[in-house]
C-alpha cells in the first residue's frame, strides 16, 4: 500500500471511532444531568453519595487514571525525551500535572542556564 492509501485508510477508521466516543459522551453527560438532577438542590449527604459512587466504580476509576499516566508518559517521553517507563512510574506517584510541570521547569531551568542535556 502506499502513503496516501494510508493515510485514506486512516480516516476512513477514524470517522466511525470519533462517532462512537461522540455517542459514549452524549450518552454520559446525560446521565451525569440525569444524576445530578435527581440530587435535587442540595442533599447533606451529598459527599457521601459521591464517595459511594467512587467507591463503587473504583476499578473504573483506576483505569482511567493508567490511561492519563500512560498518555502523559508518552508525552513525556516526544517531548523531554525522558524514558518512557520512568516517566509512566514517575506519574502515577506524582499525578501527571505535576510530573510534567517538573520535568518542563528542568528542561527550561537547563535552557536558562546553557547547561548540555
Given amino acids: 500500500m502506499t502513503d496516501k492509501s494510508d493515510k485514506r485508510l486512516a480516516r ?12 459514549w459522551v452524549y450518552l454520559g453527560i446525560g446521565k451525569l444531568v440525569e444524576w445530578i438532577g435527581s440530587l435535587g438542590a442540595y442533599q447533606p449527604e451529598w459527599w457521601t453519595i459521591v464517595g459511594k459512587f467512587c467507591l463503587h466504580n473504583l476499578s473504573i476509576l483506576l483505569v482511567i487514571y493508567t490511561i492519563i499516566c500512560l498518555q502523559v508518559a ?20 506524582m499525578t501527571p500535572p505535576l510530573m510534567m510541570a517538573a520535568w518542563g521547569c528542568r528542561e527550561i ?5 546553557n547547561q548540555p542535556k
Fill in 12 to 23: 476512513i477508521a477514524a470517522v466511525p471511532a470519533l462517532a462512537i466516543l461522540l455517542y
Fill in 74 to 93: 508518552g508525552i513525556a517521553e516526544l517531548r523531554f525525551r525522558k524514558n518512557f517507563l520512568k516517566a509512566f512510574l514517575l506519574a502515577i506517584v
Fill in 109 to 113: 531551568c537547563d535552557i536558562r542556564n
